[in-house]
């Protein structure tokens, strides 16, 4: 039901109320027995021991759990120990954070308020919020936090903070008069009081319209209980990788035993090797990999005011598309600042951030003296008495004052406290004014009439009266006005002066506030604000903005050049984000914008087909921002959506990525997100991005390396068993490899830095497999290598040794991880192993160094002789070992630089 345009007969009618008595306790009851007690639906919850459970469902899991089996079957305890650790590890993390996921409607639950003043039995009484029911008379006052829908019929300044409802950054004046008007979006419903809004100024009484699932904040928590969580592409790679993974080993590992038994091998020894080869193929380390490169990956993201909630999700922004980012706070400053002036004839530009009281007013490009300026003082001063917000400012621990300009605070309305900032800026405070002028009355602002004023009296004892508001309103009001420091009649010539500046404010999205005054005759009285508010003289106009954050510019156009589409979505109205939007660099001249009330009208298929032309959505509601982000997803991008406010938790769960504001997000946004931006800025969303990207690259770098060493262990035993050969490692030996030289290097390569081009390329494909872009020719390429110089130097050795198969084996071994240890420098880069410094990652380097010790201590301490079949080499073997090993990744690097080099100068002699 239209309750915004119902009147308060037909409202009282409708409810079945009565606004002198309220309700009486009978049917207080017999509503709540109908409509339910005032809270929102819990939803189906999973138990703990059920989710823990579901989080070894994995594919990848089952896999490493097999693998866990057959080192068992080796009597590889050590071995089957930690992959249980990893597994159960991993189990634990993603439990973790899910139950964390589930929170998210017991935060929405705690924003309706414990208490609400209400009109029972004519008595007014406080009752818990749980317990009222559509059709209660309720009282609100500055500081409540409404616990119902509300339709007002009496508002006394009444000021309702909904940003977290409709994104809005200024609150809104509410009124009391029905709206004839259809399709009304909430942000302009201004005789509604919402659930989950707070008070900010004034007072009023309403009726209960809406409780429970039925208010706009039910709906939303509706939305979020029916929207599904998606799995991200990394999700969906290391499936499909585990998948190839055990198809391979299982292959090989029957080809394997085949041949070597077909070549006369014992069975048993077959089996062993087989088995070893299976272990190998699958790289258990690699979840335990990806959850350190991604923690790694956090850790970093922290340092940078990014606070990741799901550790997969961190991957999902390196293939980000699109950023739909809420305006306000995050693109923007979320404080109100002045940033023109017109008076007297004149126009001032006011530099300065936030509420710091400090910047400079300039004319035509000049830093101007403000205490020659009457006029503009005049404004200034009248701004700040007219006024009742105050600009607080932090304490340390110690109780000394914080000078950074982030640590100002308005205590009151942003609008009047801009127009504080501003005045201080001119070197006026609290007490220096209140040295000269006493406040005498005050009549309030009023959503009716749009004015407040003040009558004060000065030093010399004579009254005036000071008239703030609306600027249409104020001009219909004077008489005259101040101009170039006098006073004149406000002729038509002048009236549409002021009006052209008005317009030109407009045109920059600015809010503006006018200000007025009329000296009061002594033994003049002004009983109303009727009587106060007449024959006015206007003194000035200012103009504020919430101002975009100076960094965010520069974050938009790397976002551009990476791939990445920017898209502002917001409550506040069209104009003023259209020219925030240009003004970043998000919207073009020729852009598009829609509005909630167009979205509307339009299906999800009609929005599909321009979604993607569209960079400004104002004015929208909850819904809408489920439907832009859904239309984004089915036109193939992959979307992060910003926001703070429970209007935005759907949306922020159903996007690919859902990213909170963690100074002013709501619980509800933060439990519903996988990010949390700790500093509110957008430009941390850029940092994270880079992160992103850079953690995928290495979990890529980990695959590489770890494969293409596999590939090589495997070919050495496959190419050895066909060829009749003896067996050139033995089963101790590939699980050592595996385990020791594998592992260390693939850890450090979690930890690299990312390339420099790396937000100079497109964003990657969602449906991009885990070897695109040319990785599974670079793995068989080089374990085809790997493997071909282990054999090359295990049959040069076995040839001049061949009563010593242990010396060649050891040869082989020592090759083989030597050849591994080389080629992980080739696995930094995506071009060639000379394309980076390789001392750059120093835990890459140490890795390699303790790698080798390990190896050495292998071959040359006697105990560990026996038990991993090896000996002692001499100089000769080890020339032999270093040649062989260093041409997979030395040699063949040389000649893939050169050949590139060589094209670089075709294409130059060419063009």
Known sequence: MDWYRKKEEELEKELGTNYENGLTE?????????????????????????????????????????ATFISGLLGEYIDAITIMFIVLLNGILGFVQERKAEKSLDALKELSAPQMNVLRNGIWVKILSSQVVPGDI??????????????????????????????????????????????VEIGDQKNIAFMGTMVTQGNGIGAVIATGMSTEMGKIAHLLQTTESLETPLQRRLEQLGKILIIIALILTAMVVLAGVLQGHDLYTMFLSGVSLAVA???????????????????????RKAIVRKLPAVETLGCATVICSDKTGTLTQNNMTVTQVWSGGKNWKVSGNGYAPEGDFSANGKVVDVKREKALMQLLSYSMLCNNAKLVQKTDKKGLLRKEEKNYMIDGDPTEGALVVAGMKAGYNEETLAEHFERIHEFPFDSTRKMMSVIVQDAG???????????????????????????????????AEVEATLTKMANYALRTIAVAYKPLNKGEKCQTAFEAERNLTLVGIQGMIDPPRPEVIDSVRECREAGIKTVMITGDHQLTACAIAQEIGIMSKYGQSLTGKELSKMSTEELVEVV?????????SPEHKLKIVKALQKKGHVVAMTGDGVNDAPAIKAANIGIAMGITGTDVAKEASSLILSDDNFATIKDAIKEGRNIYENIRKFIRYMLASNVGEILVMLIAMILGMPLPLVAIQILWINLVTDGLPALALGMDQAEGDVMKRKPRSQFEGVFARGLAWKIISRGFMIGIVTLAAFWITFQGHPDELIRAQTVAFVTLVMAQLIHVFDCRSEYSVYHRNPFENRYLVVAVILSTLLMLVVIYFPPLQTIFHTVALDTREWLLVLGMAAIPTVVLGGFQLFKKSEKKEDAISNS
């Open 461 to 495: 004892g004579r009254r005036f009266v000071v008239t703030k508001g609306a600027p249409d309103v104020i001009l219909s009001q004077c008489n005259s006005l101040m101009y170039q420091n006098n006073k004149e009649a406000l002729t038509p010539k002048r009236k």
């Open 281 to 303: 193929a699958i790289p258990e380390g690699l979840p335990a990999i990806v959850t350190v490169a991604l923690a790694l990956g956090v850790q970093r993201m922290i340092k």
């Open 612 to 620: 993607d032309d569209v960079d400004v959505y104002a004015r929208v």
């Open 26 to 66: 009978k049917e207080v009851n017999k509503r709540l027995k109908h409509f339910g007690a005032n809270k929102l639906d819990e939803g189906k919850k999973i138990s703990n021991l059920a989710l823990f459970i579901s989080q070894f469902k994995d594919f990848m899991v089952l896999v490493l759990l097999v």
């Open 138 to 183: 309720v009282k609100l006052k500055s500081g409540d936090r409404v616990g119902a829908d509300i339709r007002l019929f009496s508002a006394n300044g009444l000021s309702i903070e909904e940003s977290s409802l409709t994104g809005e950054s200024v609150p809104v004046q509410k009124q009391t008069t029905a709206i004839e008007k259809d399709a």
